[in-house]
């Protein structure tokens, strides 16, 4: 009998490793198994019966319970992150009242810039203290670099801020949040309006009357901007600005969770001063100063408010006509 171990005494059928020429001989995949060992152990939170597992659940099936309108906006707007604009990485905060406020709020900051040969007030005293105090690195720059770098028409009174990308909110938590306090929502949302200016004046008056957030759309839209920031006098650290990825549908979710849309137009069907709904939570919806309010937004507001104002003029600024709203209804509810 041929012996195919190749040794002198090789019982039949054996092996002989490590030579070369001999061909291995396998077990089939029998025991592979056994050999590759244990596969690595699921993290707890994707053990169904492990408590941090029912804790997932739970949640996702909160989560999933809390949407009020379609999948796909429920999806971007109780996914965590709201919808961002593409927009550069980081913003200049100029005014010595914008960087302070933004200072005081802790905002995420990156540089301080302050202008050589700064006059120094109390307000530059402050923004030394609490940048130096929180870390944040302090460029000295000569004025006319700084006018450069924060634009030649922007009055940076000496002191700029850079700061990330604004990190908007979600309307709908911005309502929840008014409710956990036992607060009645007010809010303002924008239709077509393209002014940062304008946006920096109505979020400074939102502030200033008691409301709790802005509204802007996600297109067509000005965003939080430097010029924004400058124009709320430090507002925009403190009073959110959500971003709605569609108008229409956000304000059709927000009468969901039971606020009233309030549209102001000058042929409105009610007047400011006979506005009965003041009390109630309410969200007020400015159009552009051109075009005015869009038609799917003026189907979906359930009031379309004006504001008296003399035949002379024929019409408000934005910023001025949200502010006259704010105002009113602010003094109806201390009033009741």
Known sequence: ????????????????????????????????????????????????????????????????ARGRHGASSSQQQRSGRPPQRKTDDSELVTGRNSVLEALRTKT??????IAARIEVDDRVKEILALANHRGVPIMEIMRPELDRITGHDSVHQGVALKVPAYEYAVAEDVVERAFAKDEVPLLVALDGITDPRNLGAIIRSTAAFGGHGVVVPQRRSVGVTASAWKT??????RTPVAMAPNLTQTLKSLKSMGLFVLGLDGDGDVELDGLALA????????????????????????????????SATESLNAGIAASVTLWEVARRRRAE
């Open 108 to 113: 995420p900051s990156t540089t301080l810039y």
């Open 279 to 310: 009390d109630r939570p309410i969200v007020i919806v400015v159009g552009s100063e051109g075009k005015g309010l869009s038609r799917l937004v003026t189907e979906t507001c359930d009031a379309i408010v004006s504001i008296p104002i003399s």
């Open 232 to 237: 709320s006098a430090g507002a925009a650290a």
């Open 1 to 64: 009998m041929k012996n195919v171990s190749g040794s002198k005494k090789g019982r039949p059928g054996a092996v002989r490793s490590g030579r070369k020429g001999n061909k291995q001989v396998g077990s089939g995949g029998q025991g592979a198994q056994a050999l590759e060992g244990r596969k690595p152990t699921p993290k707890a939170e994707d053990r169904p019966y492990h408590p941090a597992g029912k804790r997932k659940a739970a949640k996702e099936r909160f989560e999933a």
